[in-house]
Nanobody, 112 residues
Framework: QVQLVESGGELVQPGGSLRLSCTVS????????MSWYRQAPGKERELVAV????????YYADSVKSRFTIYRDNDKNTKYLQMNSLNSRDTGMYYC?????WGQGTQVTGSS
């Protein structure tokens, strides 16, 4: 059985910061690439950040580059998304993905 659980989303003031967590059960994540996606109301889901296999490289969408950081803690079987300088355009459901599995998402709301 595989389960991904996201947490950490909440309402945040402009310029504020949040750290999202994704805890994985069912397998160890140490050798897997992992991704964060987000979906704003009425819009398609978009890729936000990726940490590649073994954590040797990362990718960020242009809209979040220099503001977001993806990293993992293999001992806790958890990956994180540190988000800084948040604004209303960052509002949406944020989803953790590894392999072909998805979590249920955590809501991030950037006030304006």
């Amino acid at each position: 059985q595989v389960q991904l659980v996201e947490s950490g989303g909440e309402l945040v003031q402009p310029g504020g910061s949040l750290r999202l967590s994704c805890t994985v059960s069912g397998f160890a994540i140490s050798r897997d690439g992992m991704s964060w996606y987000r979906q704003a109301p009425g819009k398609e889901r978009e890729l936000v950040a990726v940490i590649n296999t073994f954590g040797h490289s990362t990718y960020y969408a242009d809209s979040v580059k220099s503001r977001f950081t993806i990293y993992r803690d293999n001992d806790k079987n958890t990956k994180y998304l540190q988000m800084n300088s948040l604004n209303s355009r960052d509002t949406g459901m944020y989803y953790c993905s590894v392999r072909k599995f998805w979590g249920q998402g955590t809501q991030v709301t950037g006030s304006s």
